[in-house]
């Protein structure tokens, strides 16, 4: 009988912890294939945030190193510098990578670092039980929140691939969605090439996934997919950024 799915190498068997409808685990999956398909599993590093995906070395069978809240860029960075030989990335979510450990992800973008880093950006900071983000959207209401995000006291949301694109010294930027198999598909084509510019020696390659989190959300899993297709990708729309090798 000829098989035609099966768990890859680079994940784990153990059994995932993460709410019914959240994307983190399609997301794991979508990463540990680019590393098998890039043959570097043996060589991969990850670098996991503070938030929901903090145990990411239950789930990923390869070496990884817990960061403190926001510095997995800073701690990525020290790593490639002094192993450049290995495959290193970062998984971090909207609260770690756009609040705290803003300052971190701007300079190692800005420095153009040789590593991939992968933002999960479910508008909330989901872990600590809904919070408003850096990412909520306009209106949008969280725990602290309770009237909607006003854009007038709390701000505006950042779009992070269009901040990240825009620097000089950076490679990729592009943002996906796994709402759907045409977007999953999409955003496997997206995050294989991030960790590719990164074998190649391109340079710095950021992919943010917008995802859902349907218990901060007071959703169902299929109405938090609608919300991402109908509220968040009018705010965060689908593309690619920043592409040099598309430029050259």
């Not at 770690?96 to 971190?104: N, P, R, T």
Request: overall charge negative; charged content about 20%.
């Amino acid at each position: 009988m000829k098989v035609m799915f099966e768990k890859t190498e680079s994940l784990t068997s153990n059994k995932s912890i993460y709410c019914p409808g959240c994307n983190h685990g399609l997301i794991h999956r979508l990463v540990a294939e680019a590393i098998d398909n890039l043959g570097v599993r043996e060589k991969a590093y990850g670098v996991a945030p503070v938030g929901c995906s903090v145990l990411l070395y239950d789930y990923f069978n390869i070496d990884v190193v817990e960061a403190p809240h926001g510095r997995a860029p800073a701690l990525a960075t020290g790593a490639k510098r002094v192993r450049p030989d290995m495959v290193v990335f970062t998984y971090q979510g909207d609260g770690d990578l756009a609040s705290i450990g803003m300052s971190e992800i701007i300079h190692a973008a800005g420095r153009g670092e040789n590593i991939t880093v992968i933002f999960v950006n479910n508008a909330n900071y989901g872990m600590t039980g809904g919070q408003m983000a850096p990412t909520t959207l306009p209106g949008q209401k969280t725990t602290t929140t309770p009237m909607g995000r006003d854009t007038h006291s709390h701000g505006f949301p950042f779009r992070m691939a269009e901040l990240i694109g825009s620097l000089p010294a950076v490679a990729y930027s592009a943002r996906v969605k796994v709402t759907d198999p045409k977007n999953v598909m999409k955003a496997s084509k997206a995050i294989l090439k991030a960790f590719k510019n990164q074998v190649d020696n391109v340079g710095f390659s950021f992919v943010e996934v917008l995802s859902t989190c349907p218990t901060n959300w007071g959703m169902t899993p299929v109405d938090a997919l609608k919300f991402v297709d109908e509220q968040m990708e009018s705010y965060y729309p689908l593309g690619t950024f920043k592409d040099i090798q598309e430029e050259e």
